[in-house]
Structure formats: structure tokens, C-alpha cells
């Protein structure tokens, strides 16, 4: 299922009443604050008020976000506004609208397992999560899952006060579903399956090294698992915790296809670690003059560096961890003259290797 955003509603429901530029008249506070604005003006925490029901004139604008027809307004410019928001209720009633969104929770059943650095990692996650799911929803569909005594502890020894709803495993009955986000699991995760009365639930594993990993298959095993793949390959999605979150919002929120708001929301980090293991998988090795080299096809090369849009830092990046490597073209194979074996590796014996069998290399 695709849902409307919650400023996607309020500014249909301003279109209808002929609203079209509101001005804030304050300063706007973080993230997509039109988003979150939409939430505050339907709980009441925000008034929009017209134009000529206002005591004064409101000064013209700049459009800081726009949503169908309606743009809205902050600080001085040049949009003449039509109606003021102000931080109390305004006479435009958006009482009768209901927001109806899936859930998301950061489940901590594994946080006694994580060192004191990802634990400090996996607070900064989860903090920058809530933000996200406020910028794509409401707060209220964001919760903690499955917090022990020392989760709590450490938590709230950072989040003065502790903005986050606490969920307990019993409280998993009231959805009709959960999905647990789980990049080993068999199928892929779809907006089919997700319904206003879904959770979905990321687990709150931050592991820098290989101890944990695998470790999300622990995490409701009694639940379904999904996992989020770019066209089948698990490596190219970013793997924290608020920057998957984000890929899902976007996903539900939008036209894209789950591949297409990966794309979108690639991080560098999650292309260098793509392309570290292509190079594993995808170079053979080279012997020429008693040199060992490595190098890719030019095929390959020039269609994960069009598909991502890798430039030649993430090239350079990636050949550190390779020891260097090289692009060639099918004629380098003109130049072998036999094959040996390293480590359990073919290797390719050339003759000798000519610039133009080489498209770059790298470093």
C-alpha cells in the first residue's frame, strides 16, 4: 500500500479552501518542517489563520517547501501571502482529518550484545530515525521495541527528556502484521504487504566488525522477515539503521519501485562497500613480468560506474582495498599464453600488456 504524506493531505484540504501561500510567522524548525507542520496544525499545536481574518498584513515570502498548489511561505521574499501559521489554534479547522500510517520500531532485544561504541552509534541512529519517520509521517509511529532495564538506562542517560513510545512483544498483537527488515531473508519486502495496521521493525544491531552479523534472523523469528535489495543485490543498500528506514518511507510515500528509492537514496558508504565486493567477485588476476595485477571488464566497469553513478573517487577508494586493479578490454586476452594458479586463483600468464587493452586504471 502507498500513502499520502501527512502535508500531502493538509495542503490538499488548504487547496480546497483557496489557501494557497501561508506564511509562517515564526522560524521553522528541522527536517521537512512542512511535514511535520501538517501534524501540529491537525493536533491543534499550530493555527492557520486567512488573510482577512488577521489583524494585520501578513508581509510577502519565500517558498521554503511546495506541496500540489500550495507553497509555503517563511521569512521575507517576494510571494505575496494569503494566509498566516501561527503557534496557537487559527480558524481553519483540520479537526476531522485522521493520519493512518504503518509503524516502525528499532527492536533492542540484542542491545546487551553491542559495545559501549555501538551502543553510542546506535543511539545517534535512532535519534536521526524518529526524525525521518516525522519528516515521512507522524511521531506516533515510532516506537522501541523490546528495551531491557540497561537499554532504557542508557537511552535515557542520553535523550533528556526521552521523546521515544515504548512497545513490549505482547503489544504486537494489535497489528495485523509485522515485518522484520532482515537482509538474509528470502523474500523481498513489498508495499503490498503493508497496511495501516503494519509494523515494521528494524533491529538494533550496529556491528563494525563481523561478530553480529546474521544476526537480525534472531529478531521475532515468529514474524515474517523481508530484506531490501537494489535489483537483487544486498550490498548496494545502505546498512543504518535511520538510512533504511528512510529508503522504506520514501518507498511507501512515492511512485518508486523499491529499487528505484534505493538508488535515490544511496550513501557513499554503502557504494565504496558495492564496490569493494564487486571487485572481490568480479576481477581475475593477471601475471605480466612477474607482476601480479588485477583487473575488471570494461563491460563491467563501465555498467555498475553508469548504474550508480560512481565517479573516479569511489574507483580510487576501492582499489586501496584490492591492492590497485585495472579496466580491460577483450583484446587483453590476445596476449595470454598460459595460465597458472595463486592462492587457489587462476591467474592469466600475458605476454605483455599494451595501453590499448587498458580502458583506466586505478590508482
Known amino acids: 500500500m502507498k500513502f499520502k504524506r501527512p502535508k500531502e493531505i493538509v495542503a490538499e484540504r488548504l487547496s480546497v479552501l483557496g489557501v494557497k501561500r501561508p506564511k509562517l510567522l515564526f522560524k521553522p524548525g528541522r527536517g521537512d518542517f512542512f511535514n511535520r507542520l501538517a501534524y501540529g496544525l491537525v493536533k491543534g499545536s499550530y493555527g492557520v489563520i486567512l488573510q482577512e481574518e488577521f489583524e494585520e498584513k501578513i508581509l510577502p515570502g519565500k517558498v521554503l517547501d511546495e506541496v500540489?498548489?500550495?507553497?509555503?511561505?517563511?521569512?521575507?521574499?517576494g510571494e505575496e501571502a494569503d494566509a498566516a501559521v501561527v503557534k496557537r489554534k487559527g480558524t481553519v479547522d483540520f479537526?476531522?482529518?485522521?493520519?493512518?500510517?504503518?509503524?516502525?520500531?528499532?527492536?533492542?532485544?540484542?542491545?546487551?550484545?553491542?559495545?559501549?561504541?555501538?551502543?553510542?552509534?546506535?543511539?545517534?541512529?535512532?535519534?536521526?530515525?524518529?526524525?525521518?519517520i516525522k519528516d515521512y509521517f507522524t511521531p506516533e509511529n515510532f516506537y522501541i521495541l523490546s528495551a531491557s532495564d540497561?537499554?532504557?538506562f542508557f537511552l535515557k542517560g542520553i535523550f533528556?527528556?526521552?521523546?521515544?513510545?515504548?512497545?513490549?512483544?505482547?503489544g504486537l498483537k494489535r497489528y495485523d502484521r509485522v515485518i522484520v527488515l532482515d537482509p538474509n531473508a528470502e523474500e523481498e519486502f513489498t508495499h503490498e504487504e503493508v497496511t495501516p495496521n503494519t509494523l515494521i521493525v528494524v533491529g538494533g544491531i550496529v556491528d563494525?566488525?563481523?561478530?553480529?552479523?546474521?544476526?537480525?534472523?534472531?529478531?521475532?523469528?515468529?514474524?515474517?522477515?523481508?530484506?531490501?535489495?537494489?535489483?537483487g543485490i544486498v550490498s548496494v543498500v545502505p546498512d543504518r539503521i535511520n538510512e533504511i528506514v528512510k529508503i522504506v518511507c520514501d518507498y511507501l510515500t512515492s511512485n518508486l519501485s523499491l529499487y528505484e528509492a534505493v538508488k535515490r537514496n544511496l550513501t557513499r558508504d554503502s557504494?565504496?562497500?558495492?564496490?569493494?565486493?564487486?571487485l572481490q567477485?568480479?576481477?581475475r588476476r593477471f601475471l605480466v613480468g612477474g607482476?601480479?595485477?588485477?583487473?575488471?571488464?570494461?563491460?563491467?566497469y563501465r555498467r555498475w560506474k553508469e548504474e550508480l553513478s560512481l565517479t573516479d573517487f569511489f574507483f580510487r577508494k576501492g582499489a586501496k582495498h584490492v591492492s590497485g586493479f585495472f579496466v580491460y578490454r577483450p583484446s587483453v586476452f590476445d596476449r595470454v599464453i598460459g595460465e597458472t594458479e595463486k592462492r587457489k586463483k587462476k591467474v592469466y600468464v600475458l605476454k605483455e600488456l599494451r595501453d590499448e587493452d587498458i580502458v583506466a586504471k586505478y590508482p
Open 291 to 300: 607482476a601480479l595485477l588485477r583487473g575488471i571488464p570494461e563491460e563491467v
Open 150 to 152: 540497561e537499554a532504557l
Open 208 to 231: 563494525s566488525s563481523e561478530r553480529l552479523k546474521g544476526s537480525t534472523a534472531r529478531v521475532l523469528p515468529q514474524f515474517l522477515h523481508r530484506r531490501i535489495t537494489y535489483k
Open 281 to 283: 567477485k568480479e576481477s
Open 160 to 170: 533528556k527528556p526521552f521523546p521515544f513510545q515504548l512497545l513490549e512483544p505482547e
Open 68 to 77: 500540489g498548489e500550495v507553497k509555503l511561505l517563511a521569512f521575507r521574499g
Open 95 to 132: 479537526s476531522d482529518i485522521t493520519f493512518n500510517y504503518p509503524d516502525f520500531a528499532v527492536e533492542l532485544s540484542l542491545f546487551n550484545e553491542l559495545r559501549e561504541r555501538e551502543r553510542k552509534s546506535l543511539a545517534v541512529q535512532i535519534e536521526i530515525t524518529y526524525g525521518t
Open 271 to 278: 557504494k565504496l562497500r558495492f564496490l569493494r565486493e564487486l
